[in-house]
């Protein structure tokens, strides 16, 4: 049975700015403030997956998620009509509104952790959509996240849905940021590897193991073939929030800076008992310091397996114009491993919140029958890019500032291009201000 690799995207909402809502993402704190451009973060994302999909691969997609959220300022003690609601929490506690706002479901690394069926117990893809509980703006994504998964993964008969875990951050879970699978092949049984943390001097530790070991559980994995490690305390303060900004897995890859585990030999020692097929290709720090890699992002690159059997890293421009980052992945692509291709993505609106490449997509192993029994509105080809630009174009704006998010106008704007897109992708009445 064959299965491809299908890298879905988060297609970056119409409410996209910089209102540094995430503790410990330096980009994020950095930009505060400043006028994004939504209609361009939403182009940039169109342009990567079209990228994507012209390396051979499929490309899917899931939907924004409704912003502002009025169900949450509903419950936040806001009344009135929908306009009052905003301008209510605009006056009285415009940092609730902002968090109302955010358009961070654009990075679809966090929307949950996917085991494909080779690796489960009963043979069926089980997806967990992530609590994201350390931070407001993102914990209330998943119920809508997981309506998403439900609605693009539909069939029983392949898909398991799970609920969030409870328990908010004691068992706080940032999705598959912080998880990646090894195998020798798509088809054959992988090795699974979770990343957690434990709080550094500076910035708090998202991902838990105890939340990390559920999800393990709950997708009926293979104990000998899944490996929990800690992530390094200096990758963590160092900017590091999510493990996907220091290393990546993909195949018989990983890659990854000498510095993203606490105990470096002992993590790799395990990783290499459950996969001993696994070729480690690490920046070391005398090259790569950590602080080049949370600026430049470069292992949070998208490493692709192509249908001829080699590899790409889709890389963000901030890659490339790093000197000593672009001399290791020239390094890296002249020596005798599966990485034998580099692609440099502008994706700056993104990076400018904190996200690069791998933050904007779930990857989803699927086989042939599940591919096909998945909701092919969100499997994309030139048509499908093409109207989805045509959208982006009439409904986005190409200036946006925190300010704007006041105005009730924007609201309206904002959930009418969403009430546009259900209609293009004959999704019904999807999002709860529809219903």
Not at 200 to 212: I, Y
Request: proline share 5%; hydrophobic share 40%.
């Amino acid at each position: 049975m064959t299965h491809h690799e299908i890298n879905f995207d988060g297609l970056i909402g119409p409410t996209h700015n910089y209102a540094g809502l995430s503790f410990g993402n330096l980009a994020s704190a950095r930009n505060k403030g400043a006028a994004s451009n939504p209609r361009a973060a939403a182009l940039q994302g169109l342009s990567k997956m079209r990228a994507v999909r012209d390396l051979g691969l499929h490309q899917g997609f899931l939907p924004p998620l409704d912003r502002p959220s009025l169900k949450t300022l509903r419950a936040l003690g806001f009344r009135g009509t929908d306009p009052d609601v905003i301008a209510k929490a605009a006056k009285t506690a415009p940092e609730i509104l902002a968090n109302c706002y955010a358009a961070s479901s654009m990075w679809t690394a966090n929307a949950g952790t996917v085991a494909p069926s080779p690796d489960t117990e009963d043979g069926k893809a089980h997806f967990t959509p992530a609590n994201l509980a350390s931070n407001f703006h993102r914990a209330i994504e998943a119920d809508t996240t997981a309506r998403s998964l439900k609605h693009i993964f539909a069939s029983d008969r392949y898909f398991v849905h799970h609920r969030a875990l409870p328990g908010g951050v004691h068992f706080g879970d940032e999705g598959a940021a912080n998880h990646g699978r090894l195998a020798q092949s798509h088809d054959r049984q992988g090795v699974h590897l979770f990343v957690y943390g434990v709080d550094g001097e500076k910035f708090p530790a998202r991902q838990k193991l105890r939340a990390s070991e559920a999800v393990a559980r709950n997708h009926l994995l293979d104990a000998k073939k899944t490996v929990f490690v800690q992530q390094s305390r200096s990758a963590l303060d160092a900017g590091a929030f999510h493990n996907d900004v220091v290393g990546v897995a993909n195949g018989t890859v990983l890659f990854l800076h000498e510095q993203s585990f606490e105990d470096r030999a002992s993590a790799l020692a395990a990783i290499r008992k459950a996969a001993p097929f696994v070729e480690i290709v690490e920046a070391p720090a005398d090259a790569v310091s950590l602080e080049d890699a949370v600026a430049s992002y470069l292992f949070n690159s998208q490493l692709l397996s192509l249908p001829g059997g080699e590899m790409a890293l889709v890389l963000p421009k901030e890659s490339e114009e790093n000197p000593r980052v672009k001399g290791f992945v020239d390094d890296t692509l002249a020596k005798n491993n599966p990485i034998n291709r580099a692609v440099y993505m502008d994706v700056r609106e993104s990076m400018r919140n904190g996200g690069g490449p791998a933050c904007l997509r779930l990857r989803v192993i699927l086989s042939d029958e599940e591919l096909a029994a998945t909701n092919q509105n969100f499997i994309l080809d030139d048509a499908g890019f093409d109207a989805l630009e045509a959208w982006v174009k009439k409904h986005y704006r190409d200036r946006l500032t925190p300010d704007d998010l006041t105005d009730p106008n924007f609201m309206d704007e904002s959930l009418a291009a969403l009430d546009a897109l259900t209609q293009l992708l004959k999704m019904g009445a999807f999002y709860d201000f529809q219903r």
